[in-house]
């Protein structure tokens, strides 16, 4: 059992390696390093491509439909290799190798564990997500429950984690890029900020969904590439390099076995189910499942992702070893030429070592750009799901009482798209060197706390009320951020106390049991006329579920 609770719990801290790298906290005392110029052109190339794929993108958006979701075109594998593209970030290739390279089998069993429960929860969301959405996850949510009330909570849940994860995300950004590319950090955040505007605005759901596929397959192709070089130097051999590994780190042969990563339990565990279900409840991922024409492509779309992520774990694994000997044992990775001490960049740098050492600086500056395509696709996701959430949900549904016309919807998603490019890029030199690392515990916490619970109990519970969801949403929100605010990462580091009245930093085993709890209570009491017409209304959103009747069509182009 204890054996258990540490791989379980390893999921966890590989998570939070995976988020933290985005985070500021997780950068604090780096050095700005000298301008990449094979990086920056490269990128500059990744960028002209993209505007290309814009410019034809917005010739093809003419409709609602075709803005919010591409008018439910993309395939399933193209949707697979943007949902992986979602899910493999820089975070993950930087952090999760640096993990390995550091820690050896515990790093690889968080890398193993991180993956695990992400195909379970998407293929008990996706064919209903596709069946009963049509925009936005509130489509879903709201189905059979008050339309108004919930549509405006679930808009403001999204806004919420959007906002959350767009600081984040900006500022992570800023950091990596002054490291990787040696650009100022606000030049930086500018350019990030404008051409996610250009994406949504004018491309709308095709352009993010392609600048998507396109750093998928760069990070797939580049991390493979990488990957075979670096085995290359062990002859192709697990047995050499697993040896030669061992034979060179600090740690010997306990990199091979678990370690002591785990020294909490109950902190880890928390940390672990805010990401899992955190990440099903962030709403650019849930958009991306009405992308497709219809359940099956969706059920595929899962299929290929699962495919594509599981791949690049098991290379960043490989890279994470290798990088032991190759870089661990190179003095000029080091700070002062000392083999062992402090690592050139921080602690997430040895992949980026790995790539010079067996690439040279062009290798080096294909990665970068990879690591700057990544962040530039999430926040253009991020973007859109936040005026979606605006236009549709907000203007649409709830001011204009579904009596808006498409062009004045479309206006509107293109005026909130902008807004929240504006917001981005003042949040992030607004919040440049603050220590926001709570940032990433809140947006996780709030999504699994508050969207998950929402949205899972309106799909598979037809006990379900309008008034036990909006009173287990506001229990998962108020405990998810009052959880935080007194947790060390914000009681102790940002506040100055000396010591934290909640002892975790991260809260959603608490606050998302809070959540359910609530729901259930408040569902199961309510004797409401309401109440009872909800109950009766669910056989018809069971049988659209189950066969897609009446599911929104993809558009003819």
């Not at 293929?123 to 596709?130: D, G």
């Not at 990787?180 to 250009?198: D, H, K, P, Q, T």
């Not at 774990?313 to 190759?326: E, K, M, Q, R």
């Not at 379900?464 to 947790?487: E, F, K, N, Q, Y």
Request: glycine letters at 12%.
């Amino acid at each position: 059992m204890n054996r258990f609770s540490k791989y379980l719990g390893g999921a966890a801290l590989a998570l939070f390696a995976a988020a933290a790298v985005a985070a500021p906290g997780a950068m604090d005392g780096v050095e700005k390093q000298p301008v990449n110029v094979s990086a920056i052109a490269m990128f500059i190339a990744f960028v002209l491509s993209t505007l290309g794929i814009t410019y034809w993108a917005a010739n093809k958006t003419k409709s609602t439909a075709d803005f919010y979701t591409a008018g439910g075109g993309i395939t399933g594998f193209q949707n697979g290799l943007a949902i992986a593209g979602d899910y493999m970030s820089a975070a993950t290739l930087l952090g999760l190798s640096s993990l390995i390279y550091a820690k050896g089998f515990d790093g690889f069993i968080y890398t193993i564990s991180f993956f695990v429960g992400w195909p379970i929860i998407l293929f008990l969301m996706a064919e209903r997500l596709r069946n009963l959405g049509k925009f936005t996850f509130a489509d879903i949510a709201s189905y059979r429950l008050d339309q108004g009330k919930i549509r405006t909570f679930a808009a403001f849940g999204s806004l919420t984690v959007v906002c959350f994860y767009l600081i984040v995300q900006m500022v992570g950004a800023g950091q990596l890029i002054q490291l990787l590319f040696g650009l100022e950090y606000n030049y930086a955040v500018v350019v990030v900020g404008i051409l996610m505007m250009v994406y949504v605005t004018f491309g709308g759901m095709v352009a993010t969904t392609w600048v998507q596929i396109i750093k998928a397959v760069l990070l797939l192709g580049g991390g493979t590439m990488l990957m075979l070089l670096a085995f290359a130097k062990f002859g192709f051999s697990f047995e050499t390099m697993f040896s030669t590994a061992v034979s060179v780190h600090k740690e010997g042969a306990k990199i091979m076995g678990p370690g002591s990563l785990l020294s909490n339990p109950v902190s880890a565990v928390s940390l672990s189910l805010g990401l899992l279900f955190g990440t099903a409840g962030l709403p650019h991922i849930m958009m991306r499942f009405f992308t497709v024409p219809n359940a099956k492509e969706a059920r595929k779309s899962v299929f290929y992702a699962t495919g594509f992520i599981g791949f690049f774990f098991l290379v960043v694994a490989v890279l994470g070893i290798s990088a032991v000997v190759i870089v661990g044992q190179d003095p000029q990775f080091f700070e002062g030429g000392k083999v062992g001490g402090k690592i050139i960049g921080g602690g997430n740098m040895p992949v980026m070592h790995l790539a010079k050492a067996v690439g040279g600086d062009i290798f080096l500056g294909f990665l970068s750009a990879v690591a700057f395509a990544t962040i530039l696709a999430v926040v253009s996701g991020l973007a859109l799901a936040g005026a979606s959430a605006i236009s549709h949900d907000i203007y649409a549904r709830v001011i204009k009482k579904g009596q808006a016309d498409a062009i004045s919807e479309m206006r509107m998603s293109k005026i909130a798209s902008v807004g929240i490019g504006l917001v981005a890029i003042a949040v992030g030199i607004l919040f440049k060197d603050q220590n926001i690392a709570f940032l990433v515990a809140l947006t996780f916490g709030v999504a699994a706390s508050v969207n998950f619970p929402v949205l899972i109990l309106s799909m598979y519970w037809k006990g379900l009320t309008t008034r036990g969801a909006l009173w287990g949403g506001i229990a998962g929100l108020a405990s998810a951020v009052g959880l935080v605010i007194l947790s060390p990462a914000v009681w102790v580091k940002v506040l100055g106390y000396k010591e934290a009245i909640f002892p975790y930093d991260h809260p959603a085993l608490f606050s998302m049991s809070a959540a359910f709890l609530v729901t259930w209570l408040v569902s199961v009491t309510d004797k409401s006329a309401q109440a009872k017409q909800e109950a009766e209304a669910f056989e018809e959103q069971y049988i659209r579920a189950q066969t897609g009747l009446g599911a929104a069509a993809a558009s003819a182009h």
